[in-house]
C-alpha cells in the first residue's frame, strides 16, 4: 500500500519529522519561510494531511483547491487560522495541540506580568544606553505583583495556571471573567472568584487577557475598556492579536491612562502598531509563549500524532470540528 503524502508547512523538529517519515512521504518547507496563500496552495497538491502553525490560513478557496487534502493538524492550541465551517463543509479534519503547553504557556504570562508591572526591559534599556549615573529613590519604581488585585479575562486552562501562580505564589487575589463560570471546586483551587468584566478591568491592578480568538472577541479590550481600567493597571495580552485594539491601546499607554502594558500578540502580527515599538511603558515579545524546546517538541507530536490517527482512518486526538460526512467521503476517494 502507498503511504499517504504530506506536507510540514514549517520547519519543525527533526526528531518529529524523522516520525512521521515512518508513516508518510513528508515534504518539509526548509526554507521556514510563511508562504503566500497561493504558494501553500501549490504545496499542497497530492498532499492528504498538512501539519501547520497559526501562521497558516486555511479557508474555503484553498480547500476547494486541494481536493485530496483530508486533515490539517495544527501545532497551537489556538486555531483561528482554520476557517472551521468551510473545514467542516468541505469534509476536512482540524485538529490543535492543547493541554502541552498549558504550564509553559502560564509561566510566560506571569513573567511578562512581573516585568510589565517591575518595568524590567525599561529599565535595562536605560542601563544599557548608558544612562544610569547614580542610584535614586523613585527610579523605574513599578507596581506591586504580590497581595495586589490579579484579573483574568478567559478562565481555560491556560487561565487557570496563571490563576494558580498568582494566587498561591504570590498572595494576589484573583478575579475572573469568562463565557461561563468555573465549578465551585475550580474556583476553590485557582482561588478565583467570578465577576463581570467591567467589574474585573475597574478593580484589578493587573489584567491577563487568555481567551481565544474569534470575531465576537475581536477587539473585547478598547478605547472604551481600557478607560475602565486603573491608571496604575497593567494590561497584559497572551492570548491573540485582535482581541486588543492596539490603536487604541497605544494611544492609553502613550497619555498614561494606564501605566503598562505587556504584549506577546499583535493585531497583523509580524506587524507591530507603530506607536507601540515607541512608547516605553510596554513589554513586547514576538509571540513566544509556548516557545521552550520540550514544550515545542510536544505540540508538533501532538499534531503529528494527529495526523497519523486520521490518515491511519482513526478518530482524532483533538479534533476541533466535525467534517461532513459526504464531503470526507468524496476527498478519501481522490
Ligand atoms: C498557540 O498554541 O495557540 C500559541 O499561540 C502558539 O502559537
Redesign the pocket.
Known amino acids: 500500500m502507498t503511504k499517504p503524502s504530506i506536507l510540514i508547512a514549517r520547519a519543525i523538529s527533526p526528531s518529529v519529522v524523522a516520525f512521521l517519515q515512518r508513516h508518510f512521504v513528508v515534504t518539509v518547507n526548509e526554507s521556514d519561510e510563511v508562504w503566500s496563500p497561493e504558494t501553500l496552495t501549490a504545496q499542497l497538491q497530492g498532499k492528504d494531511g498538512v501539519l501547520t502553525?497559526?501562521s497558516e490560513r486555511i479557508d474555503a478557496a484553498l480547500l476547494a483547491a486541494c481536493p485530496q487534502l483530508k486533515v490539517v493538524a495544527?501545532?497551537?492550541?489556538?486555531?483561528n487560522n482554520f476557517d472551521v465551517a468551510a473545514m467542516e463543509q468541505a469534509g476536512v479534519q482540524g485538529t490543535?495541540?492543547?493541554d502541552v503547553?498549558t504550564e509553559t504557556?502560564a509561566d510566560f504570562g506571569f513573567a511578562l506580568l512581573m516585568a510589565t508591572a517591575r518595568r524590567i526591559t525599561e529599565s535595562e534599556h536605560y542601563l544599557r544606553a548608558g544612562k544610569w549615573t547614580k542610584w535614586s529613590y523613585e527610579m523605574f519604581s513599578g507596581a506591586e505583583v504580590h497581595g495586589s488585585t490579579l484579573g483574568i479575562i478567559g478562565m481555560g486552562r491556560i487561565g487557570q495556571g496563571i490563576a494558580k501562580r498568582g494566587a498561591h505564589g504570590f498572595g494576589m487575589q484573583v478575579i475572573y471573567h469568562n463565557r461561563s463560570q468555573l465549578s465551585p471546586e475550580l474556583e476553590a483551587e485557582c482561588k478565583a472568584r467570578y465577576v463581570s468584566q467591567q467589574e474585573l478591568l475597574q478593580t484589578a491592578d493587573h489584567v491577563v487577557l487568555v481567551l481565544p480568538y474569534t470575531p465576537e472577541n475581536r477587539h473585547t479590550i478598547g478605547a472604551a475598556e481600557l478607560a475602565l481600567m486603573k491608571p496604575t493597571a497593567t494590561l497584559i495580552n497572551?492570548?491573540?492579536g485582535g482581541i486588543v485594539d492596539d490603536a487604541a491601546l497605544a494611544q492609553a499607554l502613550k497619555e498614561q491612562r494606564i501605566a503598562a502594558a505587556g504584549l506577546?500578540?499583535f493585531e497583523g502580527e509580524p506587524k507591530v502598531h507603530p506607536d507601540l515599538l515607541t512608547v516605553p511603558n510596554v513589554v513586547l515579545t514576538p509571540?513566544i509563549?509556548?516557545?521552550t524546546a520540550g514544550t515545542r517538541i510536544k505540540?508538533a507530536q501532538m499534531a503529528a500524532d494527529n495526523l497519523v490517527a486520521v490518515l491511519g482512518r482513526k478518530a482524532a486526538l483533538t479534533a476541533v470540528n466535525t467534517p461532513d460526512a459526504a464531503a470526507q467521503a468524496k476527498r478519501w476517494a481522490v
Open positions: 502553525t497559526g495544527n501545532m497551537a492550541v489556538g486555531y490543535n495541540s492543547p503547553l504557556t497572551i492570548a491573540r506577546d500578540v509571540h509563549a509556548s516557545a505540540m
